[in-house]
């Protein structure tokens, strides 16, 4: 269970502390024992970057980040110290936690209760031998800092939407399947507050969406297409931004099937979808003016029954010919379906999240997010500050119209994959921007996104790697003055 976020105005020498500093001076009432103060200020001036001491029923962590760095990486180090220090705190069971701070930068206590939140998550819904004598993290975490609490609001429900996204993400198929998947956008977003419509598989068919009903004809649960809209009266953006995340609950690959370990983690290829649902939650909860609207196309991609195949034509939502070059493409069909039905609010943006290639994984790894765009600058120059601040960051790949003459055609408008195995992420965005009438950045997932190993706080398997970065954006978007 996630702790309890509060601010207090003071705090006891019986609690468990951790203070931030900003230079190598300890402030007077942390340590009651002089000999204890006279150790840490030992290891701090010898260059050590935290100092945990147990003293009795208590503990004491110094964290004193590196003051030679820009600002974003100092803010990332504290993230990141909360999460190195997270087993001693645990072993500690102590029931409360104050984060304090001295000479450091504004908002350094958020930061930490930030990593430290991310990093204790976990999700164990089916151990059903949990061990209720062992360590426990505190059940309350105290802020000692003149932090507003607009910044604490913020805290909680981004915090809050990442555990929703990790959940759904790290959810089996056998429990979560484009029918539930749906349930579960629809209970969060209202919730929230949002104005939320769900089409079955009539409405989609209504819509004569092809992708996405070619994708789901190996299978034997219907799809789902989720609409979530967030539209406060003093928003203040005249045209709405529409997020698009990708909602394959389980990619086997189809005909085209998945072969080795190339299947493991396919439970979470809807995480596009559970980021979009995230992040508008996390919007609505915290009331910023900002007009935005979720679409989550979703179903599963088996190559059972009239499964789609290697050789097929089909029409697409906005009417569009595509020749199918590999079934294990699919997200790029039920992303652009999506895309092209964004049209109809007259968005000022589209921005598509998705787990959608091994390419984009290869280029980058775990480390950032490959971003495509025909957008105005101003948007990613703001997307990639905002990946920055939270550490979430993105990394352009060219977007030049060449790239589009790979996925043409010899029967059809456009082909699903490249012709050829260069540039792999960029053909897929090429693909999705033949669908966009509007502005759009396209943002590949595929490498950050569900992980083998704790990567710091952003921990092993689900990941939710693109929420606060896409709901920094929205919130620095509404915000006055220059983007």
Sequence with gaps: MKPHISKISEYKNDQAVVCIIGKNSIPDGLFTDAKEKGYAERQITSGEDRVFINSYDRCICIVKPKDDVRQYKVREEVRRAAYKLRKQIKAGSYPELVITSFEAYDNAVVDFAEGLLLSIYSFDKYITRKNEGSCRYPE?????????????????????????????????????????????????????????????????????????????????????????????????????????????????????????????????????????????????????????????????????????????????????????????????????????????????????VATLTGSAAMTFSNQAIAMMSNADRKYTDLLTDCGNEVYERVAPLPFFEEYAECIKSDIADIKNVSNSREAGAITAGKFLEKFAEYPLIHLDIAGVEFLKKDEYYRLKNGTATGLRLLAEFLKRLAAPGPK
Excluded at 233 to 259: A, F, M, Q, W
Aim: include cysteine.
């Design 140 to 352: 309350k975490i105290l802020l000692h800092s003149p932090v507003n609490d607009e910044s604490i609001k913020w805290l909680e429900e981004i915090t809050d939407s990442v555990y929703f996204a990790r959940d759904l993400i790290n959810e089996p198929v056998i429990h979560l399947n484009a029918v539930t998947f749906a349930e579960e956008i629809k209970k969060a977003g209202e919730s929230a507050g949002c104005k939320v419509e769900i089409l079955n598989k009539g409405k989609i068919e209504a819509l004569k969406m092809g992708g996405l009903l070619a994708v789901n004809r190996g299978s034997i649960d219907p799809p789902s297409f989720s609409i979530l809209e967030w539209k406060p009266e003093n928003h203040v953006n005249s045209s709405p931004v529409v997020l698009v995340g990708k909602g394959v609950v389980y990619d086997t690959g189809g005909l085209n099937i998945k072969t080795g370990d190339f299947m493991s983690g396919m439970k979470g290829d809807m995480a596009g979808g559970a980021i979009v649902t995230g992040v508008i939650r996390a919007v609505a909860k915290a009331g910023i003016p900002v007009h935005v609207i979720g679409l989550i196309p979703s179903t599963d991609n088996r190559p059972g029954g009239n499964a789609y195949a290697q050789g097929d034509v089909i029409t697409m939502h906005n009417k569009m010919t595509v020749e199918i070059g590999n079934t294990d493409a699919e997200g790029r069909l039920i992303l652009a379906d999506a895309i092209s039905y964004a049209s109809r609010y007259k968005p000022g943006l589209i921005i598509d």
